[in-house]
């Protein structure tokens, strides 16, 4: 017969045991509240394929899926590939995450300046993600965008595993290659750690895994804006269409004498984390063209989320499981960034534990020139064609 101490400690128990089950439930309940809601993410065709106006026999089709309640809440797919007829199953297949403010539109359309139609010229399939910044009006005032203090990295690569799935679901490939440029490299990385079984290979175009947060994010603001203080949003893409309707024409800013050299030095002198002297682009070194990178830049978006810079994703737990990957990596990486930019773009290189990862420094390259610049056809796209084809069985 149980005493009254014996019922006392029995209770005692089966309330630990409730609270233990209780804090198992609640430690589980995010990742099981992201696969339910990766499991009802639905893409569904945006329209008839359409042809590239700069590369004919090159067709794009778009998907689009929502991924919340809000108006905002959307990712789209954008996939290239030769002829008008759904392409047929290819052995590589590339999922390519654009950077801050980018998404997946191809621009210029122009394979010697665009990573993806190069790659989808040379039979690859090739799909760009759009992500949920894209849907935001560029008109809406930024005290209107306090939804994007949830727009964490950690949901980023929800829509990104999100679109993933449905890639490979569509072209029968559970390994993709997974590309990116600048911030999106960090996504790259970020999804491989997360899911190395569905990851054949990293293409890390000049970016890296950061090792801690990029600043303090102030109370209150919750979006950065691609215009600046002088030149706004607006100022920004007035320049960026005269170039492009023609360089030559008077520029906007009476001190440079044609729209051509007012953006060459816009791009070139940028500073922040670009630094000026060539950081973001360089052409006045020859390793880019306004009127090349004038269609890629006004295809930007306006906003991003401040959240993201606050905060590093990479917890000990998934820089290990990275480790254990083995995944191969190629990455290229420019230096007018600053000396301590390759650095940290080799580092990354090596944090799969694959055993031949490639890594290319370019000297005097801008950020954009690795991405659409003058070189980057002989010296980006062709030796990354040459290493999927390497590493696609």
Do not use: C
């Amino acid at each position: 017969m149980k005493t009254r101490s014996d019922r006392i400690l029995f209770r005692l128990r089966t309330l630990a045991l409730t609270l233990a089950a209780l804090a198992l439930l609640l430690t589980l309940a995010p990742v099981i509240a992201s696969a339910d809601s990766i499991d009802s993410v639905k893409f569904t065709s945006a329209g008839a394929p359409r042809e590239l106006k700069g590369a004919p026999g090159i067709f794009e089709w778009s998907f689009q899926a929502a991924v919340g309640k809000s108006p905002w809440d959307w990712i789209a797919l954008h996939r290239l590939s030769k002829g008008a007829n759904p392409p047929a199953p290819r052995e590589a297949v590339v999922l390519y995450l654009p950077g801050t403010n980018m998404n997946g539109a191809v621009a210029p359309e122009n394979s010697r300046y665009s990573f993806q139609l190069y790659l989808a010229e040379h039979d690859v399939d090739v799909w760009s993600l759009d992500y949920r910044t894209h849907f935001i009006p560029p008109a809406t005032p930024e005290k209107d965008l306090s939804e994007l203090a949830g727009w964490t990295n950690s949901r980023f690569e929800s829509d990104i595993e999100a679109a993933a799935k449905f890639v490979r679901g569509t072209t029968g490939r559970e390994k993709l290659f997974v590309a990116g440029f600048s911030r999106g490299v960090e996504f790259v990385y970020l999804y491989a750690a997360m899911h190395p079984d569905h990851v054949q290979g990293i293409i890390a175009l000049d970016g890296f895994i950061p090792r801690r947060a990029m600043r303090s994010v102030p109370a209150g603001h919750y979006a950065d804006d691609i215009g600046g203080e002088h030149l706004t949003y607006e100022r920004r893409n007035a320049l960026l269409e005269k170039v492009i309707d023609d360089p030559e024409q008077p520029a906007p800013i009476p001190k440079y004498k044609t729209a051509r050299e007012n953006l060459e030095h816009v791009l070139y002198d940028a500073g922040g984390v670009f630094g000026g002297k060539g950081g973001l682009a360089n052409p006045q070194g020859g390793f880019s063209d306004v009127k090349i990178l004038a269609p890629l830049l006004i295809t930007y978006d306006r906003y991003w989320p401040a959240v993201q810079d606050g905060e590093n994703p990479f917890t000990p737990e998934l820089l290990a499981a990275l480790k254990r990957s083995k995944i191969p990596v190629i990455a290229f990486a420019s230096t007018n960034f600053g000396g301590s930019w390759p650095t940290k773009v080799e580092e990354a290189v090596k944090s799969t534990g694959a055993p031949d990862p490639s890594y290319k420094k370019l000297d005097g390259w801008g950020h954009l020139d690795v991405l659409a610049g003058a070189k980057s056809e002989g010296e980006v796209y062709a030796p990354t064609l040459a290493w999927i084809t390497q590493h696609q069985r």
